[in-house]
């Protein structure tokens, strides 16, 4: 029985997996997991964001949407699925020898940092799905923030 050593070379990193796990599970930090390891800090705050923007939507589920707590969580929720979409967008169309200078050193050459359908494919609904994820975030925020100012300017009025 074998035993991993400190000079065992590391699997090589594979592009493509890279961007579909920043796309569908960069809320949970997996992206990150997978490319440096448990030992990433950043990795494990992207579950956090995402649980604060999650409660977020919980709130307003129960308080309704005036619960000014709420106006703050989704964003939070909002921007990190943008950002993993943008991070998925960016490890697609990173070139390959900058893919494997940065996740490949000291492998041999590999089709690990190849662009292929797939990775395309993963760039696409990345883009789609964190445009939308960006944009419904910002109009909530503002959409709520504004109508609180026109309630509030009403109760001065009256």
């Known amino acids: 029985m074998q035993t991993a050593t400190a000079s065992s070379p590391k699997a090589p990193k594979n592009k493509t997996l890279a961007a579909w796990l920043a796309f569908i599970g960069g809320q949970l930090g997996i992206h990150r997991l997978y490319l440096f390891g448990l030992g990433d800090v950043w990795a494990w705050l992207h579950p956090i964001v995402a649980a604060l923007g999650w409660w977020g939507v919980e709130r307003v589920r129960q308080y309704g949407q005036d ?35 940065l996740h490949n050193a000291g492998t041999p050459a590999t089709q690990a940092g190849n662009t292929n359908w797939l990775t395309i494919g993963a760039v696409v609904f990345a883009l789609l799905f964190g445009t939308i994820s960006l944009m419904s975030s910002i109009v909530f925020s503002f959409q709520r923030y504004f109508e609180y100012q026109v309630e509030e300017a009403k109760k001065i009025s009256q």
């Open 67 to 101: 619960d000014h707590l709420a106006w703050v969580l989704i964003p939070l929720l909002g921007f990190t699925l943008a950002g993993t979409a943008l991070t998925a967008i960016y490890y697609g169309l990173m070139p390959t020898e900058k893919w494997n200078a």
